[in-house]
């Protein structure tokens, strides 16, 4: 086990969907034993709490009252997995407000004593934009279909590879050209590639990186 670096280490994990972000940052989290939060969570719920109480998509203020109500608690909803959900995080992610009323639970999360890891699509540019340690985890849009498929198959979602391999692509296009807080690797982020990768490969390419970073960290402060 690595030691929690201290005082105030965090670690940014971005990159588009079914990267292997998650795994990445989760190990990263076990490994320097600092709290973890899948932001991409956030905008599932409030997409889905949307969906439940009947309200369309395309109203940013019902989906801004969503995310201002949201509460830690209501995160671990297995309903918030689910295909349907990623599509609508990825359309209410778009609204500046939505995103609004989501910083300060993050940046809340990303202050806590001793650290943080959390993973996203602008954690290293827009929450946490001092982070000593940011990745850019990366693979081909055919690699992460595969993956999400696989993924979706596992929790019971038929679904055809195809689809998949369509979400994937509609979901980069919308969460990168979107005004506010695209989906970008910050200008000091580390990119990893995990197309040809295995999960404990990219696990030990990530912790590399970090300890390289935090090398650096340690030097300068
Ligand atoms: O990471 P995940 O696939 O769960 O994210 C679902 C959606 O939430 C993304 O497609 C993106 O639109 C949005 N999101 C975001 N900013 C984050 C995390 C997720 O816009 N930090």
Redo the contacts with the bound molecule.
């Keep these: 086990m690595t030691e929690t670096p201290n005082p105030h280490f965090v670690i940014a994990v971005d990159g588009p969907?079914a990267s292997g972000k998650?795994t990445v940052a989760a190990g990263l989290a076990r490994a320097y034993r600092l709290p973890y939060l899948?932001?991409?969570?956030?905008?599932?719920a409030v997409g889905v709490l949307m969906r439940r109480a009947d309200q369309g998509l395309d109203d940013e203020a019902a989906a801004t009252a969503q995310a201002q109500m949201l509460t830690a608690d209501l995160l671990g909803d297995p309903g918030f997995r689910t295909r349907a959900a990623?599509e609508a995080?990825?359309r209410v992610?778009v609204y500046p407000r939505v995103?609004e009323a989501l910083l300060e639970f993050q940046r809340t999360f990303a202050g806590q004593e001793g650290g943080a890891v959390l993973?996203?699509?602008?954690?290293g540019t827009v929450?946490a934009p001092d982070a000593p340690a940011k990745l850019y985890v990366t693979a081909t849009p055919k690699v992460r279909a595969e993956r999400r498929w696989k993924q979706l198959n596992a929790h019971g979602e038929r679904v055809s590879r195809a689809d998949v391999l369509k979400d994937i692509r509609r979901?980069d296009a919308?969460?990168g050209g979107r005004d506010t807080?695209p989906?970008k690797p910050a200008s000091d982020a580390v990119l990893l590639d995990t197309s040809e990768m295995t999960i404990e490969q990219a696990a030990d390419a990530a912790r590399r990186i970090v300890e390289a970073a935090r090398a650096r960290w340690i030097t300068s402060s």
Excluded at 38 to 44: A, E, I, K, N, S
Excluded at 119 to 123: C, E, K, S
Aim: net charge positive; glycine share 16%.
């Design positions: 969907a998650g899948d932001t991409g969570l956030l905008y599932r990623g995080a990825s992610a995103r993973d996203g699509r602008d954690i929450i979901r919308r969460d807080a989906m």
